[in-house]
């Protein structure tokens, strides 16, 4: 079974020692075989490995638990627009993918999360700072952030309008101007 599970995860055979780390609820998140102790041969040492791990799963899981919340509130049927409700299934799938990747390539998925933090902190800061003000042009640069998380991670699955960091930062602008 670790086998097969090193397999789907790494994309590639396996070996000895084989080292999977699972989830609190026993889902595998990691995989890989033979991590020295100490750092050498160009790869990371097992204690650096397994600290770097538990660092990514807490730091994407929460990440991916506040988008959820975002995306499937409690009246997200009533809250959110038609237009976006429509996208719904697309972004929840892109959720699903990126979880696969991020189990086959925890750095890919840093750097990615890394590029769409501080735009969102932004959004978080002027959303809080509304006390529950609707605005128009928050609710827009909203639904462009979920975009942007599709071209991210889930790139495949193609966004309705062109989307970038670069992109997202002009209308940022534009809406404090």
Do not use: C, N
């Amino acid at each position: 079974i670790y086998q097969a599970a090193h397999h789907l995860l790494t994309r590639r055979s396996g070996g000895w020692p084989l080292t999977l780390v699972l989830t609190p609820e026993g889902t595998p998140f990691f995989a890989g075989t033979y991590f020295p102790k100490t750092p050498r041969y160009g790869m990371p040492g097992f204690k650096d490995l397994i600290a770097r791990i538990a660092e990514v799963y807490r730091s994407q899981r929460a990440d991916i638990e506040q988008q959820m919340a975002r995306l499937l509130g409690r009246r997200f049927v009533a809250d959110t627009p038609a237009a976006q409700l429509a996208h719904l299934p697309r972004y929840l799938k892109a959720i699903a993918m990126r979880l696969d990747k991020l189990r086959a390539d925890p750095a890919r998925d840093t750097a990615r999360l890394a590029e769409i933090q501080p735009l969102q902190a932004k959004w978080l800061r002027e959303v809080a700072a509304r006390k529950g003000v609707a605005d128009p042009g928050l609710d827009e640069f909203r639904w462009l952030l979920e975009e942007l998380r599709v071209s991210l991670f889930a790139q495949e699955l193609r966004t309705p309008m062109p989307v970038s960091v670069k992109r997202l930062e002009k209308v940022w602008t534009a809406m404090e101007s």
